[in-house]
């Protein structure tokens, strides 16, 4: 075994791509593009290193061209997912004993293929299969998952770094074990990137996994589990199961061995699964990490010393981008009086300007929602807001679902800061704005904190410093990830750990050396060098007269 103290490369965030005009990467992404619309991919499980068909295929069509047939992936069952237990259960004893650097080394490595020869393909998949345009893609497939995998790494060391002080005679030291059992973890559809993190993180402390990616992920999480393998990813020690959820959960929930859940998604899904563990609580070996990130009804406040045209793409960029599909969308805004006609003719302007339509022609700043359910959830409240006379659509609330899942960016006007659209998280291009009277600044900041059950980002428009202060206390619970002249989207691993409290999750943060540690149980060992031979302390010796 090799012996010596490692420093692992120092991270650094991977530069964005611009993909413009006659660029290599944008030729590179056009022919993995069209390389991968001219096959049909037969997508299997991953368990134990083997490719696993059932022959019960479901199939996956892009959001943009849902007559489009991308691939087919096979449906597995309780039988498959127990199979992923025994599996990880199976690598757990030589995956955790392998000296940390090696682990490291894959996680280095599959960091570098994304960077490299697997970019253009994993961006085209989260392109076809998520419906994202390159530049979405390259942001969140390439970018954010390279500095996952990079940061970590550094992250992991400085946890096995930690150690605590020696007295004299005595050394004291601090190991960090993986979870006794296996982590289950539970992806959504919106980020490349998060999926390959909730599996590999807690990998990364020595961990086995078997991971359920969201249905309309698949074909993306595919090419992640092609990449980690290259890499030299030992068989077992990730295991992707394409299972129902709840069958799934019956299995996973009641078995022994299970350690720890790490989960992005819906917070009443996240709800519940806490509910099930909690009732299950005496069959575990140990108590499990519960580790979600959930919903979101992110705010933009607007002060009215604020430039027009800094809230207008705050609100046009963050409300939009990626269809609004964003955990950390702008999805509420609460304007001042002032400045509302002003911004209000500025979106107007810009949103007019936008071109909808499928991701392959890189003019198309706006793409298709996520499938069918997500488009008819967000066209009954286009309808219910049309027909309520309190309520203007001040743009867009258009949609069709006859070539793809299309909804245009809409930007809703309420009269009463509690209507249903900013309270309610919608997923997708559907923004709320409230005007309030411009000396009602303070009063609105006590309406934003109690609007809904989240809070996760949020962000303050505002060029007088004051105000800035006061909505950065006043608002202080109310967002994990606050922003200041920004939009409350596009949080950089490295630089703006990502989680919120209350209904959006644990606020455990990815990206940073928080969450590795939810995936570690410290061990204390205490050796004494010149242990005492007598039981007797000194202050029971008779005093001498």
């Known amino acids: ?310 809230v207008n793409t705050a609100l046009v960029r963050g409300a939009f981008e990626y269809q609004g599909q964003k955990c950390s969308a702008a999805s509420r805004a609460y304007i001042p009086k002032s400045l509302w006609p002003a911004v209000k003719e500025k979106m107007q302007r810009d949103i007019a300007s936008f071109k909808v339509g499928p991701v392959e022609d890189f003019g198309n700043f706006v793409n298709a929602v996520i499938d069918e359910r997500s488009f008819d959830k967000l066209a009954k409240y286009i309808d219910e807001a049309k027909a309520n006379p309190d309520v203007e659509i001040i743009a867009g609330g258009i949609y069709d679902k006859s070539v793809g899942y299309f909804v245009e960016p809409t930007v809703i006007e309420v009269k009463d800061p509690y209507y249903r659209t900013m309270c309610e998280e919608l997923f997708g291009p559907v923004l709320t704005v409230y005007v309030y009277e411009d000396d009602q600044f303070e009063a609105i900041m006590d309406i934003i904190d109690k609007t809904s059950p989240y809070a996760l980002t949020g962000s303050i428009l505002s060029q007088d410093r004051y105000a800035i202060a006061l909505a950065t206390q006043r608002l202080r619970n109310a967002a994990g990830n606050f922003y200041i002249n920004d939009k409350p989207t596009g949080a950089v691993v490295g630089q703006q750990p990502f989680g919120g409290a209350r209904g959006s999750g644990t606020n455990d943060k990815a990206g940073s050396l928080l969450n590795l540690l939810r995936w570690v149980s410290p061990r204390t060992i205490k050796e004494t060098f010149d242990p005492p031979k007598d039981y007797r302390y000194p202050f029971l010796n008779k005093e001498i007269q």
């Open 1 to 310: 075994m090799l012996k010596g103290f490692f420093n692992v490369p120092e991270p650094l965030n991977e530069p964005v791509l611009n993909y413009g005009p006659r660029s290599v990467e944008r030729a590179a992404l056009k022919a993995a593009l069209d390389e991968a619309r001219a096959q049909q991919l037969d997508i299997p499980m991953y368990i134990g290193g083997q490719e696993v068909r059932t022959g019960k295929t479901l199939e996956v069509r892009p959001p943009h061209d849902h007559k489009h047939l991308l691939a087919t992936y096979h449906e597995g069952d309780a039988s498959h997912v127990q199979q992923a237990i025994d599996a990880a259960l199976a690598a757990k004893a030589d995956w955790e004993n392998l000296p940390w650097e090696q682990r490291a080394a894959i996680f280095l490595k599959a960091a570098d293929l994304v960077a490299g020869p697997y970019r253009a393909k994993i961006n085209a998949a989260t392109m076809l299969g998520q419906s994202k345009n390159a530049f979405q893609a390259e942001i969140d497939a390439a970018c954010e998952l390279i500095d996952f995998l990079r940061f970590n790494v550094k992250y992991m060391t400085e946890i096995y770094a930690q150690q605590p002080q020696s007295g004299k005679g005595v050394w004291n030291r601090l190991e960090q074990r993986p979870l006794e059992g296996f982590v289950f973890a539970i992806t959504p559809f919106n980020f490349t990137a998060i999926a390959c993190n909730l599996c590999a993180a807690p990998a990364m402390m020595g961990n086995v996994v078997v991971w359920k990616p969201a249905p309309t992920q698949i074909y993306a999480a595919n090419v992640v589990m092609q990449v980690l393998n290259e890499a030299g990813l030992p068989p077992g020690v990730i295991n992707m199961i394409t299972v129902d959820g709840p069958v799934a959960g019956d299995v996973i929930f009641s078995h022994p061995d299970f350690a720890g859940l790490h989960f992005t998604g819906s917070t009443h899904v996240f709800q519940n699964l806490w509910k099930i563990i909690g009732n299950n609580i005496h069959l575990y070996r140990s108590y499990p990490r519960i580790v979600g990130e959930t919903g979101g009804k992110d705010f933009v406040l607007v002060h009215a010393s604020a430039d027009a045209d800094v």
